[in-house]
């Protein structure tokens, strides 16, 4: 039996990680592969959104076994990756982040500089002339709307605007509309323990000799998250202790007014007031018109720190 090709996106997976699999597995299998996209964390409230809309499922996967053959979506990092992905095989990455990627074979290896993966997809679609079905037009909307907050983060790019208007025929979907319900429904926090809710969207970046962590909620009120916030730098210090970080950088974002909340913690907690010219209060900045991981807090804090 020919083996079968496992498709994942990140850790914490987001809602691109989760429909770019999913949509690189029926791409995949057009092109004649044995595939099957997975996913290797716990799906969010904003993912379970479409992925109830649509009336789909994907499996979970703790790790997988040596020289398993597998396809990264929306990441590139073995420290964003599966359990054992030093002894996998990978064919291929498709993705929209900074290269940190060595692998001592010949890969398929795509990434452009776009707001999401999805974007990518897309144009593998095009570039195969492949049709796109309508739940897959749906799927990599969900993912654009996702990654470029409604297309108003820096991160969105003219191309990304101009591949969504181009789905949104096919979709059939209202995607304001139905882009702020989805957005929305991340929001919702409630059942979250502040365990959980620093790892919803958390990812760990090495430097030379600095570990760190930057994790980032959606919130249409930073405030009602701040309530918590005595519980929720006791998780992190935990997490910092455990993990051996430097920093740790939460990130609350209002996706209303396209701002953030830090809580900045760990030995090098200061580098934020250099980084982004605010002073840490209660262990707290805010950040205008900060909503970018990839763009915004990544960058200034790898300069800083
Ligand atoms: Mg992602
Ligand atoms: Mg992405
Ligand atoms: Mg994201």
Same mark, same amino acid.
């Given at each position: 039996m020919e083996e079968e090709i496992l498709i994942f996106g990140h850790k914490n997976p987001d809602t691109d990680s989760i429909c770019s699999s999913i949509i690189m597995e029926n791409l995949e299998k057009k092109l004649g592969n044995k595939c099957k996209a997975v996913r290797i964390g716990k799906i969010n409230k904003e993912t379970e959104y479409v992925l109830n809309y649509l009336g789909i499922d994907i499996p979970y996967v703790e790790n997988i076994n040596n020289d398993q053959k597998v396809i990264l979506v929306d990441h590139n990092e073995? #420290?964003?990756?599966?359990?054992?992905? $030093?002894?996998?095989?990978?064919?291929?990455?498709?993705?929209?982040?900074? @290269?940190? *990627?060595? %692998?001592? &074979?010949?890969? &398929?290896?795509? %990434? +452009?500089?776009?707001?999401? #993966?999805?974007?990518?997809? &897309?144009?593998?679609?095009?570039?195969?002339?492949? !049709?796109?079905?309508?739940?897959?037009?749906?799927? @990599?909307?969900?993912?654009?709307?996702?990654? =470029?907050?409604?297309?108003?983060?820096?991160?969105? =790019? +003219? $191309?990304?605007?101009?591949?969504a208007k181009e789905l949104e025929e096919i979709a059939g979907i209202d995607v304001e509309k139905y882009g702020l319900e989805m957005l929305k429904a991340g929001t919702n926090l409630?059942?979250?323990? $502040? !365990? !959980?809710?620093?790892?919803?969207?958390?990812? /760990? *970046?090495?430097?030379?000799? %600095?570990? &760190?962590?930057? %994790?980032?909620?959606? =919130?249409?009120?930073? /405030?009602?998250?701040?309530?918590?916030? $005595?519980?929720?730098? !006791?998780?992190?210090?935990?997490?910092?202790?455990?993990?051996?970080?430097?920093? *740790?950088? *939460?990130a609350i974002t209002d996706i209303l007014n396209s701002n953030s909340e830090i809580i900045s913690l760990g030995k090098k907690a200061n580098i934020v007031e250099n980084a982004f010219n605010v002073n840490l209060k209660n262990n707290r900045a805010f950040l205008e018109g900060v909503v970018s991981r990839k763009k915004q807090l990544v960058p200034n804090i790898d300069k800083n720190i």
């Amino acid at each position: 039996m020919e083996e079968e090709i496992l498709i994942f996106g990140h850790k914490n997976p987001d809602t691109d990680s989760i429909c770019s699999s999913i949509i690189m597995e029926n791409l995949e299998k057009k092109l004649g592969n044995k595939c099957k996209a997975v996913r290797i964390g716990k799906i969010n409230k904003e993912t379970e959104y479409v992925l109830n809309y649509l009336g789909i499922d994907i499996p979970y996967v703790e790790n997988i076994n040596n020289d398993q053959k597998v396809i990264l979506v929306d990441h590139n990092e073995s #420290t964003q990756s599966v359990e054992n992905i $030093e002894n996998a095989k990978i064919l291929k990455v498709i993705d929209h982040h900074t @290269m940190n *990627f060595k %692998a001592p &074979y010949l890969l &398929y290896y795509r %990434a +452009e500089p776009v707001g999401c #993966t999805s974007t990518v997809l &897309y144009h593998l679609y095009k570039e195969k002339n492949i !049709e796109i079905e309508k739940n897959i037009a749906i799927l @990599m909307l969900s993912a654009i709307i996702s990654d =470029t907050l409604l297309f108003k983060s820096p991160t969105c =790019t +003219e $191309e990304d605007k101009i591949v969504a208007k181009e789905l949104e025929e096919i979709a059939g979907i209202d995607v304001e509309k139905y882009g702020l319900e989805m957005l929305k429904a991340g929001t919702n926090l409630d059942d979250f323990s $502040e !365990e !959980e809710l620093i790892n919803i969207d958390a990812k /760990e *970046f090495k430097k030379e000799n %600095a570990k &760190y962590v930057i %994790a980032q909620v959606n =919130t249409v009120s930073i /405030e009602d998250v701040l309530e918590k916030q $005595e519980k929720i730098e !006791e998780v992190i210090n935990k997490e910092i202790a455990e993990k051996n970080l430097d920093l *740790f950088v *939460f990130a609350i974002t209002d996706i209303l007014n396209s701002n953030s909340e830090i809580i900045s913690l760990g030995k090098k907690a200061n580098i934020v007031e250099n980084a982004f010219n605010v002073n840490l209060k209660n262990n707290r900045a805010f950040l205008e018109g900060v909503v970018s991981r990839k763009k915004q807090l990544v960058p200034n804090i790898d300069k800083n720190i």
